[in-house]
Each structure stands twice: as C-alpha cells, then as structure tokens.
C-alpha cells in the first residue's frame, strides 16, 4: 500500500521523507515494490514483531511494510497544469492514501509560498485543486453517459445519477468522499480513482526553534483544530526537521537527545503507524526458527485471503489454519504449551483474522 506526501512548497515534505526513509527496510523482502529514489518501503513499528523474534530465536525478522511516496509540491493552478501539475496528480492518483503535510510554524527564514503561515487555508488550496482535478475527469465522464442513459441503461443512469451529485459537490470544493453512495454506485464511481475519494492523514508539522501555532495556542491552529474534528479526520503531529537530525540515531541515545532538541514524541512511528491504519490495514504473523514475518492484509480478510499475502496459492489450496493470539503464545511459553490448555485453534475458511493472530497454514 502506498501513501502520497503532498503539500505546497516549505511546509517540510522533503524533510518529513528524508526523516522517514531512515526507516527504510530491503525492498527485495517485498514483492510489491519499486525501487524509486522518490519511495521509501517503511517498516511498521510493531513491539509483537521482535517479542515473536526472540521467542521463536527466529534467524530473521521482517516487518510490515508501507512504501511513503515523495510526491512533488502544489502550487495553485496545479489542476490547470501549473508548476508541475500534471506530474503531481498523476502521482497521486497511483497511491492509496494522501499523507497531507501542512506547516504549524512561523519561521522568517523559511518564507511561505503565500506570505503567511494559515494552516487551514494550505488545506483548502489543496483540496481545491484536487477538487478542480476531479471536476474534470467527472464532467467528461458524465458527457460520455449521455448516450446510453438516454438509451434507458439501467448501470448509466446509475452511475450518472451518481457523478451528477458529485458535480455538485465538487462544484461547491467539497470533495468526493462527502456524497454519500450506495452499494452500487460505490464500485461504479471507485473505477473512475477519484483524487478527492483517497482517505487523508494529516501531518501537523512544527518546529523546534520557530514558533508553533499549537504551542502559542494561536487562533489558527484552534480553527484547524475544529475543522479537523469536525471532519473526524486522522491527524498527527511532526516535528520533521528533528526527526530528520535524528535519524541515524537509535534507543536511549535517539531519545536523550530529541529531549534536548525540544522534541516530545516519536512522530515518525506515530505517523506510519497512523498511515497504516488510514489503509485499513492490520498485521498477523508467522513465527519459527528460520523467520518471523509480520504480514500486512486488510480487515476484515478470512483466513483463505489472508493466506495470499504469503502466496496466491493459498486461497485455492486452503486446507485449515492453525491460530493462537500472538500474547497467549508468549505467555504460555511454547506452541505445546499454549495447545494444552486449548489455546491453538484450527480454524476453518469462514475465519476472519484478527490483528495478532499468530497462524500456520494447512495446504
């Protein structure tokens, strides 16, 4: 799964990818990437991960993986071509999810593409321009229905009904993901990969030595403040430029002095983590002397589906899986252990994974 970071120019996209590509792990562990200086495979913190590791005394541990994508900055006009607006809408139209980067700070060295630091305004030139983007693309799709909605198609009229509200919004610069669809008109609209439908994670990015809108409780940052929980939206705060110095750092070193930077959490984790649940996704693990992996599926998935982040094979060859709670195991001491006191399920097609399962599959 891929993540965009995008923002307008200053606001500490390069720095914020930088900071996080330290965490980059061997790309040839996943299958599903490309090798792009503009892309970092990222590994998911996960403390269960390395537990199951010095449990199983695994010779290699593999993490789960998010690749970040360095997206190139906005400027207004974008959605007309300017600056390098098609390249940025093109990008973003290939990633799953937007990593929206906006700047919480005021420092007279690192000058705004607008004159001013107004956090909710760079969010409303954003969502505008990828409004305008997808007010295009709607328009001419709804030009190409023309004909078979007056030839009295049942799905045209149902898709087009659909990207008539659309329009609307749109219209107004409110993005596609406000208009509520049904479950036909959802899958008709998804094939169109609507910019203004990709789930957003709002990175909130200060600054040590400038001054932070949230630290100075300033105003704009109670607005931004409302208007994120009005749209119940996920957000984190990043001071990318100390996370960026710290990146070779590891431990209690990394930790001493981030302290004495002026820095509070690690927003680095606390981003991928939020990122990878913005995708809905969540992790299981398989767990022996030779490995222990962390597999990356969306919720929800049975233990067939599952089987295919390891290989595609597995849905078909689904035979039944062996399941225990990744603490259970632990706790217990050994899988005999955990399989005496009834702790170890086989469980069958119709199982829906949970986020901790630790599973063996039978195929």
């Given at each position: 799964?891929?993540?965009?970071?995008?923002?307008?120019?200053?606001?500490?996209?390069?720095?914020?990818?930088?900071?996080?590509?330290?965490?980059?792990?061997?790309?040839?562990?996943?299958?599903?990437?490309?090798?792009?200086?503009?892309?970092?495979?990222?590994?998911?913190?996960?403390?269960?991960?390395?537990?199951?590791?010095?449990?199983?005394?695994?010779?290699?541990?593999?993490?789960?993986?998010?690749?970040?994508?360095?997206?190139?900055?906005?400027?207004?006009?974008?959605?007309?071509?300017?600056?390098?607006?098609?390249?940025?809408?093109?990008?973003?139209?290939?990633?799953?999810?937007?990593?929206?980067?906006?700047?919480?700070?005021?420092?007279?060295?690192?000058?705004?593409?607008?004159?001013?630091?107004?956090?909710?305004?760079?969010?409303?030139?954003?969502?505008?321009?990828?409004?305008?983007?997808?007010?295009?693309?709607?328009?001419?799709?709804?030009?190409?229905?023309?004909?078979?909605?007056?030839?009295?198609?049942?799905?045209?009229?149902?898709?087009?009904?659909?990207?008539?509200?659309?329009?609307?919004?749109?219209?107004?610069?409110?993005?596609?993901?406000?208009?509520?669809?049904?479950?036909?008109?959802?899958?008709?609209?998804?094939?169109?990969?609507?910019?203004?439908?990709?789930?957003?994670?709002?990175?909130?990015?200060?600054?040590?030595?400038?001054?932070?809108?949230?630290?100075?409780?300033?105003?704009?940052?109670?607005?931004?403040?409302?208007?994120?929980?009005?749209?119940?939206?996920?957000?984190?705060?990043?001071?990318?430029?100390?996370?960026?110095?710290?990146?070779?750092?590891?431990?209690?070193?990394?930790?001493?002095?981030?302290?004495?930077l002026g820095g509070k959490d690690d927003g680095i984790n606390n981003l991928i983590t939020k990122g990878y649940e913005l995708l809905n996704l969540m992790t299981y693990f398989t767990t022996g002397e030779d490995e222990t992996r962390a597999w990356t599926i969306q919720r929800g998935w049975t233990a067939p589906e599952a089987g295919t982040a390891i290989h595609g094979d597995f849905k078909d060859k689904f035979i039944k899986a062996e399941v225990v709670f990744?603490?259970?195991?632990?706790?217990?001491?050994?899988?005999?252990?955990?399989?005496?006191?009834?702790?170890?399920?086989?469980?069958?097609?119709?199982?829906?994974?949970?986020?901790?399962?630790?599973?063996?599959?039978?195929?």
């Open positions: 799964m891929k993540l965009g970071i995008v923002g307008l120019p200053n606001v500490g996209k390069s720095t914020l990818f930088n900071a996080l590509t330290k965490k980059s792990v061997p790309a040839e562990n996943y299958p599903f990437c490309t090798i792009d200086p503009s892309v970092g495979v990222v590994a998911v913190p996960d403390e269960r991960l390395s537990l199951l590791s010095q449990f199983s005394k695994s010779k290699k541990t593999i993490p789960a993986a998010v690749e970040f994508v360095d997206i190139a900055g906005l400027v207004k006009g974008a959605s007309e071509g300017e600056g390098l607006g098609n390249k940025f809408l093109a990008n973003i139209r290939e990633v799953d999810a937007i990593a929206e980067v906006v700047r919480i700070f005021e420092d007279e060295k690192i000058i705004h593409v607008h004159g001013k630091i107004d956090p909710l305004q760079d969010i409303e030139v954003i969502h505008l321009e990828l409004a305008m983007a997808d007010l295009q693309t709607v328009t001419k799709r709804i030009q190409n229905l023309g004909r078979d909605v007056k030839a009295g198609r049942k799905e045209a009229k149902i898709e087009h009904d659909a990207l008539v509200r659309i329009e609307v919004a749109l219209k107004a610069g409110k993005l596609a993901s406000s208009v509520t669809l049904n479950e036909f008109e959802g899958p008709m609209v998804k094939q169109l990969n609507l910019l203004t439908t990709k789930p957003v994670l709002y990175v909130l990015n200060k600054k040590s030595t400038g001054k932070n809108l949230d630290d100075m409780k300033d105003e704009r940052f109670t607005k931004l403040m409302d208007f994120l929980n009005k749209e119940k939206a996920v957000w984190v705060i990043v001071d990318a430029g100390i996370e960026n110095d710290l990146k070779d750092l590891v431990g209690e070193e990394k930790e001493t002095f981030r302290k004495e990744w603490k259970d195991l632990l706790d217990t001491g050994s899988y005999p252990k955990a399989r005496e006191k009834g702790l170890v399920r086989t469980e069958g097609k119709e199982y829906v994974v949970k986020d901790g399962d630790v599973i063996e599959f039978k195929i």
